[in-house]
């Protein structure tokens, strides 16, 4: 079975500084693909990057990038430039290729301080 | 595009009741949705994956028989959260898989605050 590990419950910075969250994954699995979601106060879930396991490029989008590290069944999340709308609980997820559920770790709630 | 949403967004209802929760995709077809639960600052907990025209897939110690999930079309599921009692107060999303596209890829709908009294 896969598991998802968000080692840090809370974490919180000042408006404009660089933040980091963690993950770590267990799986037997070597293709599959990697996820953060993103769940501000609304409740509503959003999709924040995506890695395909099989891509050794790490995934960026704008402000978000991840440090990918698939020997170590590691996965990184960098906020660069945070701001307040950042501010929201962050999970981290995983899927095997071809299967349909997502597994999602504990999460890890960011809060961004002006 | 890619736009999921849930009725209603929040109810209550006495013990004892059933109540119903649609979950919509607005702009595509899903061949799969997926039902959660979420605890207050908990994470997401995968209740069951609901295929459309066939029976619900239900995760290990979720009793099928009390979350009824019907999935009559490629755009609308529903759970039935039956007879429903204060320990059912939660937090219910609903996710849908595009039946095309990137197929690995899940939209969330906005969520259902169920408060049993």
């Known amino acids: 079975a896969q598991t998802v590990t968000q080692s840090q419950p809370e974490m919180s910075v000042q408006e404009a500084e660089t933040v980091t969250l963690s993950c770590t994954y267990d799986?037997?699995?070597?293709?599959?693909?990697l996820f953060w979601y993103k769940q501000p106060p609304s409740r509503q879930m959003i999709l924040v990057i995506r890695?395909?396991?099989?891509?050794?490029q790490n995934a960026t989008e704008n402000r978000f990038s991840v440090n990918f590290q698939k020997a170590a069944k590691s996965f990184s999340l960098k906020i660069s430039d945070s701001q307040l709308g950042d501010t929201a609980m962050y999970f981290c997820?995983?899927?095997?290729?071809?299967?349909?559920?997502?597994?999602f770790g504990q999460g890890t709630r960011l809060t961004i301080n002006p | 595009g890619a736009v999921v949403s849930q009725h209603p967004s929040w109810v209550i209802c006495k013990s004892g009741t059933s109540v119903k929760i649609e979950c919509r995709s607005l702009?595509?077809?899903?061949?799969?949705m997926f039902w959660y639960r979420q605890f207050p600052k908990k994470s997401l907990m995968l209740m069951a994956t609901?295929?459309?025209?066939?029976?619900?897939?239900?995760e290990q110690g979720v009793e099928k028989d009390k979350f009824l999930i019907n999935h009559a079309s490629l755009t609308l599921s529903t759970l039935t959260v039956t007879s429903a009692h204060p320990e059912d107060s939660s937090f219910y999303i609903c996710?849908?898989?595009?039946?095309?596209?990137?197929?690995?890829?899940?939209?969330f709908g906005p969520g259902t605050r169920l408060t049993v009294l």
């Open positions: 996710s849908a898989r595009v039946a095309s596209g990137r197929a690995n890829e899940q939209f």
């Open positions: 799986t037997s699995e070597n293709n599959y693909y």
């Open positions: 890695q395909e396991a099989y891509k050794q």
């Open positions: 997820a995983f899927m095997v290729q071809g299967a349909q559920k997502l597994v």
């Open positions: 702009d595509f077809q899903a061949t799969t």
């Open positions: 609901s295929n459309e025209g066939s029976k619900a897939t239900y």
